[in-house]
């Protein structure tokens, strides 16, 4: 099968198409031919090793000195069931599934073999398979620090998110929107009307007015890019405020609760998926580039077959 294969740390170029072996799956997995994967910033983070200091021993003795020990990275895939193992009765063959693999990777192929206790799910009816891949990851991020911040237990909270327009924040002004907050969106220009399209109620864009000096203050704040400091803005925040960030030793971890979130909303019509370019597999080279630049508006997709 074709897979997209690191051949060590580098730059985009140190990604090659192969042919390898087709998964076969064990009694109690099921192989998925993937439609559809994304890349995501944590794809490009692992490919170019971009870890800051000590990180980077701690990165290579995980991931593997001086290539990926699992060299097929991506860690989202949206596809069709095409064999279940003896042991498994939650799928069958036809279904339409999407999941995330986390530090498992593996997605940059035409198949993969998951157990059917991992993060996969039937994907949300109404989404096209590009959609579907297009959601997981900063769906599932920003699902995990919204829910630390208390956003769904707290109805009518302020929050304001700052990056509001990569994958993370796209997807966190929509989980928060969707819990009735009132939504402060930190963004560029550029940006400005992905957010307004998203639900956004106030924008302010970075490179016109310091967001530190607004009046307003804030139950919620939210850095989905990693950029700020708590100590920069933590006089915004309202008495017992958090502060939230995905720069730093704090983890997203992936889970199944997270996914149906997701496909229950983008079911009910209240979550896009916001998707800035699709590449097929074989520009997978172009598709990191792209990435790599920070600047991209949601989700990058890339079509696998189907
Ligand atoms: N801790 C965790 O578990 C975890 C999980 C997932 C991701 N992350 C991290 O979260 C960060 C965001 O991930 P992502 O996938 O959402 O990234 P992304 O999609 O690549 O983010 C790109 C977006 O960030 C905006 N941006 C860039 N610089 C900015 C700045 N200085 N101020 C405000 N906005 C800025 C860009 O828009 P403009 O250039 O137009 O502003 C662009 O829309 C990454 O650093 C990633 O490693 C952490």
Do not use: W
């Not at 559809?36 to 910033?41: D, F, L, P, Q």
């Not at 309202?238 to 983008?266: C, P, T, W, Y």
């Amino acid at each position: 099968m074709k897979a997209v294969i690191c051949t060590k740390y580098g730059p985009p170029e140190v990604l090659q198409i192969q042919d390898v072996p087709k998964p076969i799956p064990k009694d109690n997995q099921i192989l998925v031919k993937i439609v559809a994967t994304a890349v995501n910033s944590g794809d490009v983070r692992v490919r170019a090793l971009d870890v800051k200091g000590f990180m980077k021993t701690v990165m290579r003795l995980v991931l593997g000195f001086s290539k990926p020990r699992k060299p097929i990275l991506g860690t989202v895939f949206a596809g069709i069931v095409e064999q279940t193992g003896k042991n498994v009765s939650s799928f069958k063959i036809a279904d339409e599934v999407y999941g995330v693999t986390g530090f498992k990777f593996g997605t940059y192929a035409a198949y993969i073999a998951v157990s059917d206790k991992s993060v996969v799910v039937k994907k949300p009816t109404n989404a096209t398979f590009e959609e579907a891949a297009a959601i997981c990851f900063g769906g599932q991020t920003a699902y995990y620090f919204l829910e630390k911040a208390n956003v769904s237990k707290k109805a009518n909270s302020k929050i304001l998110i700052y990056g509001a327009t990569g994958a993370v924040g796209t997807a966190a002004i929509q989980i928060a929107k969707y819990h009735q907050a009132e939504v402060t969106a930190v963004c560029s220009e550029q940006g400005q009307e992905v957010v307004k399209d998203l639900g956004a109620d106030k924008i302010i864009l970075y490179n016109k007015e310091d967001f530190t000096k607004t009046a307003e203050k804030f139950d919620v704040i939210f850095d989905a890019v990693g950029k700020i400091t708590k100590r920069q803005c933590g006089h915004l925040l309202n008495h017992g405020g958090i502060f939230k960030s995905v720069e730093g030793f704090d983890m997203a971890s992936e889970d199944i609760k997270q996914l149906e979130f997701l496909r229950e909303l983008f079911e009910k019509g209240k979550y896009k998926a916001t998707i800035d370019k699709t590449y097929s597999i074989n520009e997978i080279v172009a598709a990191h580039r792209y990435v790599d630049i920070g600047r991209k508006k949601g989700n990058v997709v890339i079509k696998i077959g189907e």
